[in-house]
T-cell receptor, first 115, second 114 residues
Framework: DAGVIQSPRHEVTEMGQEVTLRCKPI?????LFWYRQTMMRGLELLIY????????DSGMPEDRFSAKMPNASFSTLKIQPSEPRDSAVYFC?????????????FGEGSRLTVL | AQSVTQLGSHVSVSEGALVLLRCNYS??????LFWYVQYPNQGLQLLLK??????LVKGINGFEAEFKKSETSFHLTKPSAHMSDAAEYFC????????????FGAGTRLFVKA
């Protein structure tokens, strides 16, 4: 079975450019999470969705960040405009709330470098 | 609000020695607790989890953890370290309703010496 799929795996961009990260959760999972991982701050929860609805976006750093989940099989995290301090690995994870275990399945991450 | 504290950002053990990684949590409701492992350039993988029932839970690769409510702890142990255990380990706490919001600790990097 396919796991959580993220793209791109690596992105290098210049300050001020728009960045879009994509995630395809595991089929049948109804919760989706976006995390950011840096050496300084560890794993931070940015936002999570349940049944395609954003439940908690309190971790989104600022208005430059936005996330959408237009359907159960796709989500995007957008940064506009990007800044060097946004450089990090961004992980998407999904879970099956119906199984009631809370286990998260992670993608391999998108490594973003903003110059 | 939930929070997770992992004591020790780095732990070094000799091959064959006991591994003990500490985790304390805070949660306003009975939590689900997890340990995940991350190898370089990869996402996190579940090692083990506590939801309800038996407080000693066993996971993959010989790891186990014990939920101690009175101490709000969920420490991870393995009797005998192997070189392949070198990785970063994350403790996490999850709400049990509304989509399972999951918060992670800062992580503990485990080094295993030959």
């Amino acid at each position: 079975d396919a796991g959580v799929i993220q793209s791109p795996r690596h992105e290098v961009t210049e300050m001020g450019q728009e960045v879009t990260l994509r995630c395809k959760p595991i089929s049948g999972h109804n919760s989706l999470f976006w995390y950011r991982q840096t050496m300084m701050r560890g794993l931070e929860l940015l936002i999570y969705f349940n049944n395609n609805v954003p439940i908690d976006d309190s971790g989104m750093p600022e208005d430059r960040f936005s996330a959408k989940m237009p359907n159960a099989s796709f989500s995007t995290l957008k940064i506009q405009p990007s800044e060097p301090r946004d450089s990090a690995v961004y992980f998407c994870a999904s879970s099956s709330g119906t199984l009631n275990t809370g286990e998260l399945f992670f993608g391999e991450g998108s490594r973003l470098t903003v110059l | 609000a939930q929070s997770v504290t992992q004591l020790g950002s780095h732990v070094s053990v000799s091959e064959g020695a006991l591994v003990l990684l500490r985790c304390n949590y805070s949660s306003s409701v009975p939590p689900y607790l997890f340990w995940y492992v991350q190898y370089p350039n990869q996402g996190l993988q579940l090692l083990l989890k506590y939801t309800t029932g038996a407080t000693l839970v066993k996971g993959i690769n010989g790891f186990e953890a014990e939920f101690k409510k009175s101490e709000t702890s969920f420490h991870l142990t393995k009797p005998s370290a192997h070189m392949s255990d070198a990785a970063e380990y994350f403790c996490a706490v999850s709400e049990t309703t509304g989509g399972f919001k999951t918060i992670f600790g800062a992580g503990t990097r485990l080094f295993v010496k030959a």
